[in-house]
């Protein structure tokens, strides 16, 4: 069980009696949440999301302080990842009294330890689609749009019994993607997402979001464009993006528990 669900059993003092005592009554009760056991394998892809996650926010900060530090001499480029490499290419063909020799050399450095992140990372990535061609709910999963391999593995990995959950909005709850209430006196306040549960899957759906909008705004003919496009014509795009990534959640938990793949809505 969620300690945090278990906490509010907990009478005064904080004991291992008191703790003992919690458990027993909250293990009674008809609404408690259980935590899904997963399978070894699950939990070692779950260790390779982990790991290039840590790769990549690492290679992210690189790009940020070689960009922070090269706009210092006026080294500028377009935003981007792939534009570092243009960056550290002026680097080194900028002349000596624009660059000095000292930064200089400590930006390659830099520059050096960006490439050596490149390798393991590429390796990781193909480790997971080497697991996602073998594991089945991991393909149903990558046919939603927005849905990549990286997604669909990591919510193949997480969710071991989608039957956990009652529906779809309890599984966007779940990822904390849903409105926080503090209601009271029949009167619904409903404020901005509770961002509780699993923050990297609620990462990921909400950038596949984003790309699915993003496609929408180009053109691409999706059979979710008329509800996005109706939805930005009264709504920030951010707001549009988490309102997406809710319903690509909910799509995936019953893409999960039916067993089937995404088929899109027929429009009338």
Sequence with gaps: MPPTYVKAYVRRQKN???DAEAICEAVTRPTMRFVSVKSAERQGILVLHRSRELLVRQRTMLINAIRGHCAEFGLIVAQGARRAMELV?????????ILPDLARSTLLMMADHLQVLAAPIHQLERRLL??????????????????GIITATALSASIS???????????AA???????????GGKDRLGRISKMGDGYLRKLLVVGATSVIRRVRTGASLASAS???????????????????N?????????????????????A
């Design 174 to 184: 779940f990822l904390g993607l849903v409105p926080r209430q503090n209601s009271s």
């Design 247 to 267: 319903k690509t959640a909910r799509i995936a938990w019953a893409v999960m528990a039916r067993g089937e793949t995404y088929r899109p809505p027929v429009m």
């Design 130 to 147: 080497a697991w996602h061609r073998h594991d089945q709910v991991s393909q149903r999963l990558a046919t939603i749009p927005g849905v």
């Design 161 to 171: 019994n989608p039957a956990l959950f009652r529906s779809g909005r309890e599984f």
């Design 89 to 97: 290419e002026q680097v080194r063909q900028a002349d000596d009294r």
């Design 16 to 18: 291992d009696a008191a």
């Design 227 to 245: 509800w996005v496009q109706s939805l930005l014509e009264r709504r920030p795009a951010r707001l549009v993006t988490v309102a997406m990534a």
